[in-house]
């Protein structure tokens, strides 16, 4: 008896893996298109799909990220589902019994997949927009093994990656996702090219201070600041940057 004992068989794990995969249908990781039909099996478990679109063939594992993987889907459920836990690769090796390797390489390419699918998601309903200037490199550091700069950190004016101090980028999503992007400058293209990738086009409102690169949001989408410099922290309907600020807290110390 071991942790295998208790997990479905393949067919299972397959039939979830399509629930999960293909819910609003189908779709051919080569083309992209839906029109697809069932054809045939892939190593009798995994459903076979033929493209109508390329006329090219795929599976439930085609371009996923345990394509090529030659271990079974339940092996990769048990790693996981073992994962959630916080536990170390050598004891998720031991539990589902595969080597150490095999589940370090394992836990790194489902980490990554959940990284990337966290960058791809773009914020909706209310986003707050921010900046903060960090420090960066080994100023002011003992084991800094240069000369001190005379530059410095007497540079006037905003920080940017030039001065040591680049800027980040926050924006949060009220009631959800958190995305701080370091950027080497606070332009507005800059701050356009991010809001761009970052923010859906249907978001229902885009609040952010004074700051001049921020007006290139004008217009477009429901743009609104706070005026800080005149003392101004909140607006009636709720128009502030207190959510991401509070994001901001942790760079400070
Ligand atoms: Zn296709």
């Given amino acids: 008896m071991d942790v295998r004992s208790f997990m479905p068989s393949e067919e299972e794990c397959a039939i979830v893996l ?10 051919c990781p080569r083309c992209g298109s839906r029109s697809v039909i069932r054809h ?11 493209c109508k679109g390329c006329g090219r063939h795929f599976n439930d594992r085609t371009g996923a990220q345990f394509e090529g993987s030659k271990l079974p889907l339940r092996v990769w459920f048990s790693v ?52 903060v200037y960090v420090t960066a490199g080994l100023k002011g550091k003992r084991c800094l093994k240069r000369p ?14 030039k001065t040591d101090k680049p800027a980040i980028m926050g924006m ?11 950027s080497a400058n606070m332009t507005e293209q800059a701050v356009l090219r991010r809001v761009m990738r970052s923010i859906r086009e249907d978001v229902e409102a885009i609040y952010t201070d004074e700051y001049p690169a921020y007006h290139i949001l ?36």
């Fill in 18 to 27: 399509r629930d999960v995969r293909w819910r609003w249908g189908a779709v």
């Fill in 40 to 50: 045939g099996r892939h190593l009798r478990v995994y459903q076979r799909y033929l």
């Fill in 148 to 161: 001190p700069r005379v530059r410095s950190l007497k540079v006037r004016g905003r920080g940017a990656y």
């Fill in 80 to 131: 996981a589902f073992l994962m959630q836990y916080k536990i170390s690769v050598k004891e998720m090796a031991k539990t589902a019994k595969i080597s150490y390797p095999t589940a370090f390489n394992m836990a790194g390419t489902l980490r990554r997949g959940l990284c990337l699918s966290h960058l791809q998601e773009r914020l909706k309903g209310i986003v707050e927009l921010d900046d």
């Fill in 218 to 253: 004008d217009g477009f989408r429901n743009h609104q600041t706070v005026n800080h410099s005149i003392g101004e922290y909140a607006r009636d309907g709720g128009i502030h940057i207190n959510t991401v600020e509070a994001e901001f807290s942790v760079f400070r110390p």
């Fill in 172 to 182: 949060v999503e009220r009631g959800g996702t958190v995305k701080l992007i370091p």
